[in-house]
C-alpha cells in the first residue's frame, strides 16, 4: 500500500505540469506567523514552541485522516496520502535548476553557471567564479543534502509511520526554516535526520565502491554532531573514490565529475525503491 502511494505520487510528479516550490512552505509560515502574534510566544521555551508548531499540527492532522480511513473502502484516504506526498515532494524545487546549472557549465559559462547556483541551489559559499571545480564540489555537497531532506527524509519517514511520519518531518524541516532558530533550536531537525541521513549514506557504499565508503560511513556512525550535508557528501565522494577523470579543462572535469555525482545518485535511488517494493510485497509495509 505505502508503496503504491509513494509510486502515484512520484508519478503524478513526473507527469503533472507543477511548479516547483520554494523550500519554505507558505502555508507552515502563515500557521508561524500566527503564532508570533501572540506577545509571550517568544519568551516560551524551545520545546513549547517546538510542540505547538510540529507536534500539534501533526497529531490533528493525524487524527483527521486516521477518522476517515474507512470512508468509501479508504480511497479517500489514499488520495489524501497521495496528495500529501505530492506536496511535500513538490518542494524539492531541483530539476529544472540542476539542468540549468548543468547546460551553463557544459556551454563553459562559468558566470552563469555561478549566478544559477547562488540563486537557485544556495551553494557559493565563499567560491570563486572562475574555480569550477570547487562550484561544483559547493553545488553536489547541496544537491545531495536538499534531495535528502526534501525527498528521502520525507519517504523515509513515511514508510516508518505513516502519515504522522511525514507530516512530522515536513513540519520539522519547515520549523528550522522558518524561526530563523539558532543552532539548539535546529537540533530537532537533526535528530529527525539522524538515522535517515546515515541510512542514505551507507545505500551511496551500496551503489558504489563500498571498500573505501564503509569506513568513512563507520567514522561517522556514532557522531552526534555530525552535519547530514557533511556525511552524505564525504561518503558520496568515498563511493565514488573521487576519480580523476581525464578532460582538458576545469569546466569539462566538474561536468564529467557532475554526470558521475548524477550516476551514484540515481543506483542510490533505485536501491530504496527495490527495497521498499519488497518489503511491500513481503508483508513488512503496509
Known sequence: MKFLVVFIALLLKRQLPLPEGNRT??????????WQKWSSFARLPRLVKYTLLVVMPMLLLTYAVYSIQSVAWGLVALVIEVALLLYVLSHIGLESHYRDYRHELQQGDLDNAYQCAGRYLSCVND?????????NEQVVRGFLHRWFKYFFLMVFWY??????????AWFTVQYANTSQCDERAWRYLHWVEWIPVRLLGLT??????????LPVWQSYVWQKDAHGADI??????????????????????????LDQWTQLHLRSI?????MIAVATLGGWLL
Open 127 to 135: 567560491v570563486a567564479k572562475d574555480d569550477a571545480k570547487a562550484l
Open 232 to 257: 552524505l557528501y564525504n561518503v558520496a565522494c568515498a563511493s565514488l573514490d573521487c576519480p580523476e577523470t581525464e578532460a582538458n579543462s576545469d569546466t569539462e572535469f566538474a561536468l564529467k565529475q
Open 159 to 168: 514508510m516508518v509511520a505513516d502519515v504522522a511520519g511525514v507530516l512530522l
Open 270 to 274: 533505485s536501491i530504496w525503491l527495490v
Open 25 to 34: 512552505s507558505r502555508s507552515y509560515t502563515a500557521w508561524h506567523q500566527l
Open 204 to 213: 551511496y557504499g551500496l551503489a558504489g565502491h563500498m571498500g573505501k565508503a
